[in-house]
């Protein structure tokens, strides 16, 4: 099991691309419930457009830092031994994974 401090970022990361898309979602059918589609992603209104991205350099920012701290830090940079991955670090390598699906 993972430490608490070690769950903090990603857990942010889920839980607010979560109430972004909860919030654009009920916004947008209350504004107009004939014409409602669920989208992938939701852009950011206002700012002449500039912010309309927002939530995908959101993803793509906070899901590179917590793989490197999964796949570089938390290992040590003790990736291989002896010519093969480190069993002592398959958690950290599971997790790299899944932020790559991310």
């Not at 903090?8 to 409602?36: C, D, E, N, Q």
């Not at 992603?41 to 002449?48: A, E, Q, R």
Request: glycine residues 10%; positive net charge; hydrophobic residues 45%.
């Amino acid at each position: 099991m993972g430490s608490f401090r070690g769950h903090v970022l990603p857990g942010t990361l889920f839980l607010s691309v979560g109430v972004w898309h909860m919030w654009s979602s009920i916004a947008r059918y209350v504004s107009y419930p004939k014409s409602f589609r669920v989208r992938v992603w939701n852009p950011v209104p206002g700012f002449d457009g500039r912010l309309k991205y927002l939530q995908l350099y959101f993803i793509l920012v906070g899901g590179f830092i917590d793989l490197c701290i999964e796949f570089l830090y938390s290992t040590h940079l003790h990736i291989f031994v002896h010519g093969i991955l480190n069993p002592s670090h398959m958690n950290n390598f599971e997790h790299s994974g899944m932020l790559l699906m991310f």
